[in-house]
């Protein structure tokens, strides 16, 4: 874990604040949404130049594991965000759409982190992960328009040229650069770039704030209205990925690995496709950044009770 994976929820924090206060001039109020894709295209590639897809045979092994933490994020987690957000968030669809684009998309980085924290099967965990990405680019669409098609400004047309060129184009890139470089210049890429996806996410952050900061921060008291379902979200799945995880008579080690596959988000790539789909609902967006902010102390806290309940 580097040193600024380490700070994340306080650069986010940081860039939001850089962003408010850039926003205050004309200049960067009118110009700086021009530069929020580029930067999310080159946060995704750097991030996706890590995904070891070659890991896709090894989850196929574990049958038993893979089936059961790709049923929890992909069917149980949809229905169960969908209801929060019916319950919680009706009134507001744009919160409501960027809390269930926030949930439908498992962790594909620092999961793993806290799976290694929790003395959990970080093998096991990093094996899932390339499934998990796969599968969370194709069904992204599919949950928005089952779970939110009446919203009114969701427009499936805008949405899939966001997902070609924020999603698979930097994954195409990933892949060309991983299969045709070699090795040297390869690794040296990687390791270059370890520090890249959260520059780019914070410069991304801080342009979307400059660009419409002045209208979020007149509706800060909505800000509130996403805790309880983010609280709820994180605290029955974990009882549900403990109980399944008994069921299926797993180790401590899988158990506290399936709880932490199916409990971490993947706000950037959620943020990505909200940023350029939903240029005009800065809400969405605004979901997808406050997620993590309460997400990540979630999980250090759920590894120090999994360590725990090990201990016990």
């Known amino acids: 874990m ?99 684009m926030l949930m439908v998309t498992p962790c594909t980085d620092w999961y793993l982190i806290f799976t290694g924290i929790a003395k959990g099967n970080t093998a096991l965990s990093a094996s899932i992960l390339p499934i998990n990405l796969l599968l969370q680019l194709l069904l992204l669409p599919v949950y928005l328009l089952v779970f939110s098609g009446t919203a009114g400004f969701v427009d499936f047309s805008m949405l899939a040229e966001s997902i070609l060129l924020v999603l698979l184009l930097p994954l195409l890139l990933a892949v060309m650069t991983n299969t045709f470089f070699k090795d040297p210049l390869k690794e040296k890429i990687r390791s270059t770039a370890v520090n890249a996806p959260v520059v780019f996410l914070s410069l991304a952050i801080a342009a979307m704030f400059a660009s419409n900061g002045h209208f979020l921060l007149e509706h800060l008291d909505l800000l509130w209205k996403l805790t309880l379902p983010i609280l709820l979200f994180f605290a029955i799945n974990f009882i549900i990925g403990q109980k399944v995880g008994s069921i299926m008579k797993f180790s401590y080690q899988d158990k506290a690995s399936l709880s932490l596959t199916t409990l971490a988000r993947n706000s950037p790539i959620a943020l990505a496709v909200a940023l350029t789909a939903f240029p005009d609902q800065p809400f969405i967006a605004l979901t997808l950044i406050v997620g993590p902010l309460l997400e990540l102390p979630l999980l250090a806290g759920i590894t120090q009770l999994l360590l725990f309940t090990r201990k016990n």
């Open 2 to 100: 580097t040193t600024l994976e380490k700070l994340y929820s306080f650069i986010i924090l940081g860039a939001v604040l850089f962003g408010l206060g850039l926003g205050q001039f004309d200049i960067f109020r009118t110009n700086t949404e021009y530069v929020i894709t580029p930067l999310l295209v080159g946060m995704l590639y750097f991030t996706f130049l890590h995904i070891p897809f070659e890991n896709i045979k090894k989850s196929l092994q574990n049958i038993k594991f893979t089936d059961t933490s790709l049923l929890i994020n992909f069917v149980w987690t949809p229905v169960f965000a969908w209801a929060l957000a019916s319950i919680f968030l009706s009134e507001y669809p744009a919160l409501s759409l960027g809390f269930i």
